[in-house]
């Protein structure tokens, strides 16, 4: 049964670096099947889709925090990796990382997500 | 940017009764559309995908239907554990998510 975990810390000073992985038990990253997700959600707010990697790299972020966000992949270690620049308060949040279901034909593309991990809360404060 | 938008905000329903969610997207999806279900203090569980296929292990009292602009998930029967928060995305052009419905108990 596939299974995974977020980590990292859970504050992270203004203007500062987040930084968060999520490891993959129960079967490989490496799979061609799947993309892997970070997905975010504000206390008492809805879901938003941060970016996503496949195993060879290949990434895909959400135009809103493109300029901030870099997902990483390291498949020796079965993890992937978040990281958010110039976080402010509005960066707090739960953060889950997921399993992404893709497409590759007629032409690429990112689905459902499933499973999720139980996600790591990060508050951002001085 | 597709924005989708959720009603009710709120859903009060009595158990073993019907419960009708709907999800309207601000440009067409085809049917690419996923419900997901999130209990308070749990990550969001995958419900239905493609608008109308449920995921493995899901109860067949939920389902899922329409396409383009406007979707329904309807639980045909509450029960006590599906009292919960529920969220449409869809996957058709980026990625985005409905702001969520609560069903509670009436």
């Known amino acids: 049964q596939l299974q995974l975990q977020e980590s990292g810390p859970g504050l992270v000073k203004p203007s500062e670096t987040l930084s968060l992985t999520c490891t993959v038990s129960?079967?490989?990253?490496?799979?061609?099947?799947?993309?892997w997700g970070w997905i975010r959600q504000p206390p008492g707010k809805g879901l938003e889709w941060i970016g996503s990697i496949y195993y060879s790299g290949s990434t895909y972020y959400n135009p809103s925090l493109k300029s901030r966000v870099t997902i990483s992949v390291d498949t020796s270690k079965n993890q992937f990796s978040l990281k958010l620049s110039s976080v402010t308060a509005a960066d707090t949040a739960v953060y889950y990382c997921a399993r992404q279901n893709i497409v590759v034909v007629p032409a690429a593309r990112l689905d459902w997500f499933d499973p999720w991990g139980q996600g790591t809360l990060v508050t951002v404060s001085s | 940017e597709i924005v989708m938008t959720q009603s009710p905000a709120t859903l009060s329903v009595s158990p073993g009764e019907r419960a009708t969610l709907s999800c309207r997207a601000s440009q067409s999806v085809s049917s690419n559309l996923a419900w997901y279900q999130q209990k308070p203090g749990q990550a969001p569980r995958l419900l239905i995908y493609?608008?109308?296929t449920r995921a493995t292990g899901i109860p067949a009292r939920f389902s899922g239907s329409g396409s383009g602009t406007e979707f329904t998930l309807t639980i045909s029967s509450l029960q006590s554990e599906d009292f919960a928060v529920y969220y449409c995305q869809q996957y058709n052009n980026e990625l985005t998510f409905g702001g969520g419905t609560k069903v509670e108990i009436k």
């Open positions: 129960g079967g490989s990253i490496s799979s061609s099947s799947y993309y």
């Open positions: 493609g608008a109308s």
